[in-house]
């Protein structure tokens, strides 16, 4: 019987998913590496949210912020 009825792409998928969890491994020691140096400060990076990422703009102040207006 031919190795196929998904198994190759199973076997693929399951590959690709061993690298991604070794790369976010290989990150995590670096930045532990780098805490412990003194490098960055400890705990999640934390910074101001962008408004694309919680609430959709309006076109209309969309295009009053990119000409310098106040919004409404």
């Known amino acids: 019987m031919p190795d196929s009825l998904g198994k190759r ?6 590959a690709k998913k061993a690298v ?3 790369e976010r491994r290989v990150a995590r020691a670096a930045r532990r590496r ?7 400060e ?4 934390i910074g101001p949210a962008e408004q ?15 000409e310098g207006e106040p919004s409404p």
């Open 20 to 22: 991604a969890r070794e």
């Open 9 to 14: 792409q199973r076997r693929d998928a399951n």
């Open 34 to 40: 780098d805490r412990e140096a003194g490098l960055i």
């Open 52 to 66: 694309s990422e919680w609430l959709p703009a309006r076109p209309e102040v969309a295009e009053a912020l990119a």
């Open 42 to 45: 400890a705990g999640p990076p």
